[in-house]
């Protein structure tokens, strides 16, 4: 299982639900260029798809369940209408949703990099807040080490990048793209956090018609949740994840 983070995140946002599904099958999450211990790279969403193909093309022999959030989710589904024969599953966490136009609105999307890019000025008054908010279920080590990557100048402005990447990007990533047919989640939070666009109501129903138009989609409501799914109920994730290995496995 390979697990993909949302936008400007790095590989610990998984670190509550990989220990747990690393109990039951192979795991990998890692760090996109920029973010966490990756070098930068020029910022676009091919560049960021075709990092994720190649990390599942470093192991060829083996077929690969994708868990995608928010972002994430995008990019995942990219990789799997490219590489079917190597994609057995997808779980997309509250992902991006191409068809919505609030995700391709520039004007928001500079205005959202500009917040990023005063965070990275901030950066060090910001963590004990995060430590109390958004983190408080990690383990403390494990927290200090994912909020010492994710918020520092050069992390924070890689998200600013990214967010402009994807209203620049998406609907030319995403043109013509479709899901092969393999079982794939796709999990909503249920509830509607800070500065939310597009609407909760509207998010949840474009995933809600995206399983119904698959063979084999599967819609989940994460009710405790906002956007951050891995953070506030990694366990429906987890859940969710190893349900999908068990129908991949029986095939």
Known sequence: ?????GMGANRGTWGLVQQEVAARTRTLAYDRAGLGRSAP???????????LEDVLLADD????VLVGHSLGGVLARWVAQR???????????????????????????RLVATGYTIGACLAGASRPLLMKVLHKNFPYDMAVELISEE???RALRTGAAEVLAMATGLRGLMEGAVVPDIPVTVISAGRHGRAERPPRPV???AHRRLAERLPRGRHVVADRADHLVPLQQPELIVSEALKLVEEVSRL
């Open 1 to 5: 299982m390979v697990f993909e983070a």
């Open 61 to 64: 022999d083996t077929r690969f």
């Open 83 to 109: 590489q079917p024969a190597m994609v057995a599953g997808l779980v997309l966490v509250d992902q991006v949703e191409e068809g919505i136009e609030a995700y391709h609105d520039r004007s928001r999307a």
């Open 41 to 51: 790279a020029p910022a676009g969403l091919h560049r960021m798809a075709t990092d």
């Open 203 to 205: 998010l949840i129903a």
């Open 151 to 153: 918020v520092s100048f």
